[in-house]
């Protein structure tokens, strides 16, 4: 395994231990009703999210590492994430305002983004291989 390929699989599961570890944590606090400051809730309901960044990061890094046909593929499956993401959450969006859907918390684009991702990533690679 390339010394880079090994790095980013070490950054990505630190990065999703941390994740782990702090989505329990902020279950945990905020599902037991336990009163803590204002600024402690802020700080606690956003470490997933930091955790999260670190796995983005990793990615990023993955993706310039890469050659070039397969950042090119990357780069065709992450446009059509990007349009597709868009389209669907403004189409909800329209639906949602005039009550003609329910209400779909923002956390679950990001989980819905990843899985844009991996089946455009499937898709385009099919044209190339």
């Not at 950042?71 to 992450?78: H, K, Y």
């Not at 990843?114 to 385009?124: K, M, P, R, T």
Request: cysteine-free; proline content about 4%.
């Amino acid at each position: 395994m390339n010394t880079w390929k090994r790095q980013f699989m070490v950054q990505f599961w630190i990065g999703m231990g941390l994740y782990s570890i702090t989505i329990i944590a902020y279950g945990i606090l905020f599902g037991s009703g336990i009163q803590m400051p204002v600024v402690m809730q802020y700080l606690i309901a956003l470490l997933p999210a930091g955790a999260i960044l670190i796995v983005l990061r990793a990615t990023v890094i993955n993706v310039k590492n890469l050659d070039e046909l397969e950042q090119r593929i990357q780069l065709e499956a992450v446009l059509i994430t990007a349009l597709l993401t868009g389209a669907i959450t403004f189409g909800y969006g329209l639906l949602e305002f005039a009550d003609l859907a329910p209400y779909i918390p923002f956390w679950l684009i990001l989980p819905m983004m990843f899985a844009i991702w991996g089946a455009a990533n499937g898709l385009v690679r099919r044209r190339f291989v």
